[in-house]
């Protein structure tokens, strides 16, 4: 009986595993969720983490490279997601090191892109816009004002 209910753990772990790829933390409460056993839930984990199906820094660059095709984002913005998702800060900063060295081009990026839809608007106004935009997309303030201040400055 003990086994059966330890094997029906790990069949709906896998399930959720095959869907997308999650951290240790998603999976636990998911199983939780379902109300399997505490017990059943560590050995499915650990047995999850033996065969390499269950990896937060893996799971972390995954979902770092998903995000930034999906909507870029800025470093901040990708760390708050990580801790959400239970993710160790050293691991977290494992998978967005990664990205740093394109953080810049992405802000870039979306900069140009925003611009269209702010050069009707007051100077002032346009750069509160961009300043907040990029805010809510998580760079970190002195790339932010570093973007902000280059675009704005070329206009004078």
Do not use: C
Not at 16 to 23: D, E, F
Not at 39 to 51: M, Q, R, Y
Not at 133 to 155: A, P, S, T
Request: a positive charge; charged letters at 40%.
């Amino acid at each position: 009986m003990k086994k059966d209910s330890l094997e029906k753990t790990i069949t709906y772990g896998r399930r959720l595993l095959n869907i997308r790829p999650r951290s240790e933390k998603e999976l636990r409460e998911r199983l939780f969720r379902k109300r399997f056993s505490p017990e059943d839930i560590e050995k499915a984990l650990s047995f999850f983490k033996s065969k390499k199906l269950l990896d937060d820094l893996k799971f972390a660059r995954i979902w770092v490279e998903s995000r930034l095709r999906s909507s870029p984002r800025g470093a901040m913005l990708l760390e708050r997601e990580l801790r959400e998702k239970g993710i160790a800060q050293s691991i977290i900063s494992q998978a967005v090191t990664s990205f740093v060295d394109e953080e810049r081009s992405i802000a870039e990026s979306l900069v140009e892109a925003k611009m269209h839809s702010l050069k009707n608007l007051p100077r002032q106004k346009a750069r509160k816009k961009l300043f907040d935009y990029l805010v809510r997309k998580g760079f970190k303030f002195d790339l932010i004002d570093d973007m902000v201040n280059g675009y704005f400055h070329e206009d004078e």
